[in-house]
Structure formats: structure tokens, C-alpha cells
């Protein structure tokens, strides 16, 4: 059975109704779902899954207690290898969830890094992402490295500097120096 890891950018507060389509699919088909902890598209989705009363949720958090977890639903604490809350205290969970899961479903606003390196990090696990970009009301299967590029392909050269800096520290890109075009 599918385990989907469903994560998204912290500046997306509402739900278009083709997002919650896709979620209500997965609720009908009872698909267990991993996702953290944060504001914007986390407590988004949370809000909506409480309010249908889906239960087969884990929410995943680094800190002692979740930032937030609508349902009470279970809880998964990853212990990050420092207490400094950076982006890669709160990336520990999201590594753990790409691991567990099978597949992704990511709400995307067109900018965000955190999003982008979840994608990446399934890619990397050889997982689909089913990738959801706000701006363009327009979904995509992101299954290889050429469809995450392509993806990532309308991002500023700092934000392909800093995506590319985070996938080799994670050991997901080789250590080269970006150049333009973009070729993650």
C-alpha cells in the first residue's frame, strides 16, 4: 500500500480545491500519510484532514512538542544532530519522512527550498513526487532528475546556488559549481 509523504511551503495557507481533490482520493482509498509540523501547508492540510476526520495521519516534528498537530494525531520526533532551529534541524524529519514513504504529494508556491529538496530527496530515493505548483494551478509527476530540473528551471541563480549547497551537503547532488542553464 502506498505511504504518502505530503509536504508543501509555509507561505500557502489555503487549500485550492484541486489539492483537496487529491486529498480526498487519498482519503477514500484509506492511504496512510506523513507529514510535519509547520505552518502554511502542513496546518493547512492538517485542518482539512481533521475537519473530515481522517485518522491515518503521523505527523512527524523535531521539536519536543509539534508546532502543530490538529488531529492529535501520532506523533514521530526525530531528534536533529543540533539544537540550532535552521533548515537542516527541521530537514532531519523530512528526510525521515521521504524514507518511509512510497510516494510524495508536495503543494508548491513556485520559490520555496524546503519543498523542492523534499521532491528531490524522493527523486533520490527513486520515489514519484506528484508535484502540486500553486502559482500555475497545474500538477506533475516528477520521477527523474530531468523532471525535477525541469521543475526547478524558473528558480533565481541565488535559489539554484543555495537548493544546489543543500543537495550535496545531503549527499544528493555531486559537488560541482553551478552554472546557467541550471542542470541540478
Not at 106 to 113: F, H, L, N, T, V
Amino acid at each position: 500500500m502506498s505511504r504518502v509523504f505530503i509536504s508543501g511551503s509555509r507561505g500557502i495557507r489555503r487549500l485550492s480545491p484541486e489539492v483537496r481533490q487529491r486529498l480526498d482520493r487519498m482519503v477514500e482509498k484509506r492511504l496512510p500519510l506523513v507529514m510535519g509540523d509547520a505552518k502554511g501547508v502542513d496546518l493547512a492540510v492538517q485542518e482539512y484532514l481533521s475537519s473530515r476526520g481522517y485518522d491515518l495521519i503521523s505527523v512527524f516534528t523535531a521539536d519536543e512538542t509539534p508546532r502543530h498537530n490538529v488531529g492529535g494525531w501520532p506523533l514521530r520526533r526525530i531528534q536533529p544532530s543540533h539544537k540550532r532551529r535552521d533548515f537542516d534541524y527541521y530537514a532531519t524529519k523530512d528526510r525521515e519522512m521521504a524514507r518511509e514513504a512510497t510516494v510524495g504529494f508536495s503543494i508548491w508556491d513556485g520559490e520555496s527550498r524546503g519543498t523542492l529538496m523534499n521532491v528531490l530527496r524522493l527523486v533520490a530515493l527513486e520515489k514519484t513526487a506528484v508535484v502540486y505548483v500553486e502559482p500555475a494551478k497545474a500538477s506533475s509527476e516528477i520521477r527523474t532528475r530531468d523532471d525535477f530540473d525541469r521543475l526547478a528551471r524558473g528558480l533565481n541563480q541565488e535559489a539554484i546556488q543555495r537548493l544546489h549547497e543543500q543537495a550535496v551537503r545531503e549527499g544528493l547532488l555531486e559537488a560541482h559549481p553551478v552554472q546557467a542553464p541550471l542542470h541540478l
